[in-house]
């Protein structure tokens, strides 16, 4: 085969794996909503009390049961226990909503609040993978500022848990929203430059991208809209 023809069939070949990869992350994307909302539904009948007497530790080791899984997901990405895993964080991650739910619909208008933070998320996240797919554009370059940006939120975040400071905490929400459409763009991006093969992490990345923009954007809609009976 001749060079210049062998170059093409392999550029078509991990055309095809990207488009592949970026297709079954969508569907595994759209699949996790799933048990996100049932464990949400689940949260929000449940009893978190043990938050306001742990307020700390509870959080953390939430926290480390989370990593836990995320590990667990990773080291099973090629195999069907990967899935399982994915959609077994996905609904933990659903039911970790529980508290911010139940405090959201305390407020008269809270359920329209959440709505409104459902459709920003879904509005930020169609915008940006649109530009990422549509322009193929390499957003590599910003993969050292992110993780930059998001050691230090998360030093921040933990600071704030002990000195509980509400203005710290609203300029932490919108930077958090900032940060994650940042990573959108990088992570989809990613699968289209043929960085990320595997869907399953694919599907990881992205799923915590949305979660960590919706959570933030409803703190920031509460704290600025939120009505009281």
Not at 36 to 65: C, H, K, R, W
Not at 122 to 139: C, E, W
């Amino acid at each position: 085969m001749q060079p210049g023809i062998q170059t093409r069939a392999q550029t078509t070949q991990l055309a095809l794996v990207q488009h592949k990869v970026l297709r079954n992350t969508y569907m595994m994307l759209g699949l996790t909503m799933i048990p996100t909302v049932i464990g949400a539904i689940a949260g929000t009948a449940t009893n978190f009390s043990f938050i306001a007497q742990y307020p700390i530790m509870g959080p953390l080791l939430m926290l480390a049961a989370m990593f836990g899984l995320m590990f667990a997901v990773g080291a099973a990405r090629n195999s069907i226990w990967g899935v399982v895993l994915l959609l077994a964080f996905t609904f933990v991650m659903g039911w970790w909503l529980g508290p911010m739910l139940q405090y959201a619909l305390n407020f008269r208008n809270g359920g329209q609040l959440v709505g409104i933070a459902a459709g920003g998320t879904g509005v930020i996240f169609f915008t940006l993978a649109g530009i990422a797919t549509v322009t193929r554009k390499d957003f590599s370059f910003m993969g050292n500022f992110l993780m930059i940006g998001l050691v230090l939120l998360i030093i921040a975040s933990v600071a704030n848990l002990f000195f509980q400071i509400p203005a710290a905490s609203m300029t932490i929400s919108a930077l958090v929203v900032m940060l994650f459409s940042g990573y959108i763009l990088y992570d989809v991006s990613q699968i289209i430059q043929g960085g990320e093969t595997n869907y399953v992490m694919a599907t990881l990345k992205i799923y915590l991208d949305i979660y960590n923009i919706f959570i933030n954007l409803l703190n920031l809609l509460l704290a600025f809209s939120g009505q009281r009976d």
